[in-house]
């Protein structure tokens, strides 16, 4: 193994990689939750960053004042945030869907500065600090790489398959898109459409909050992590396509290999590559790399 790789040395490189790979699961796990919900509800959810905040506040708090582990908040807190994230759709957004898709995007982003406002009213600016809940790491000839972080790769590439296989190749996922495409044929054949867009909000949401508990031990745990996160989320789903699964998913991981590297190389341009990325994007290709181009 050489110990520089065009003048870099070898630990740099493979720890940005590894950075970027990081990066790259929350980016493609927060855009996978916000193409489902355009895709299918034609709904912008500006509160996206603020449900993944919600999300890594709710895994604090179950370790806080329950007790309850990482592992266990895992399973249990995109349970609850998309539980949340149903109630914001029936008593809310449920009645925008026939209006202009402006009303749904002011409608969530009031949302989240409220949630943000009201978190940052009771904890602070400062972050609330979260357990590494496995310790140690990969020791190689070239870099030390936690277990935790691979984990989180390995655990967010499952995800997003699973998601990608079920919306696309299973009779659920067939009922979801259908009931978006054509509500008026789907209740023909005694299916509650209704239900099924309400399931589908609570399935992106669960995706912003099942991100934000991975990231708790990452990050610490604030009322602006979300803030943070989601203009550069945005900018991941316009390059993968508005609305693309598959796009979610490669451009997420592709923009945080590529941010992740470019701190090697350009560390410059690193704050800056994503958009730089966007800009080119919807020069070539206006509708993003996998949308429709119909």
């Not at 539980?83 to 002011?106: K, Q």
Request: proline residues 4%; aromatic residues 14%; charged residues 10%.
């Amino acid at each position: 193994m050489p110990e520089t790789l065009f003048g870099v040395p070898m630990a740099a490189f493979v720890g940005q990689l590894l950075v970027g790979m990081i990066n790259g699961s929350f980016y493609a796990l927060m855009s996978l939750g916000l193409a489902i919900i355009f895709g299918m509800l034609h709904v912008v959810n500006f509160a996206h960053g603020a449900q993944y905040m919600l999300g890594a506040f709710v895994a604090w708090a179950l370790l806080e004042y329950g007790g309850i582990n990482y592992w266990w908040a895992l399973l249990l807190t995109p349970l609850l945030v998309g539980g949340f994230g149903i109630v914001l759709e029936r008593t809310m957004l449920r009645r925008l869907y026939h209006l202009d898709h402006v009303y749904a995007l002011l409608l969530t982003f009031g949302f989240a500065l409220i949630l943000e406002g009201a978190f940052r009213l009771q904890f602070g600016s400062t972050g609330q600090p979260y357990a590494n809940p496995i310790a140690g790491g990969l020791d190689t000839d070239f870099a030390f790489l936690p277990w935790y972080r691979l984990w989180v790769i390995a655990a967010s590439m499952t995800v997003c398959l699973a998601t990608w296989y079920t919306i696309e190749r299973t009779k659920l996922g067939s009922y979801l898109r259908a009931a978006t495409e054509n509500p008026q044929l789907v209740r023909t054949f005694g299916i509650n459409v209704p239900r099924m867009l309400m399931l589908t909000y609570g399935l992106g949401v669960g995706l912003a909050g099942f991100s934000g508990v991975m990231a708790a031990p990452i990050y610490q745990v604030n009322p602006l992590m979300g803030t943070n996160l989601i203009i550069v989320v945005f900018a991941v789903v316009v390059i993968g396509g508005m609305g693309s699964i598959v796009g979610a998913i490669v451009a997420g991981f592709g923009l945080g290999v590529i941010e992740g590297l470019t701190k090697v190389f350009f560390p410059e341009f690193a704050g800056i590559v994503v958009f730089l990325a966007m800009l080119l994007t919807l020069a070539v290709r206006p509708n993003g790399l996998f949308g429709n181009t119909n």
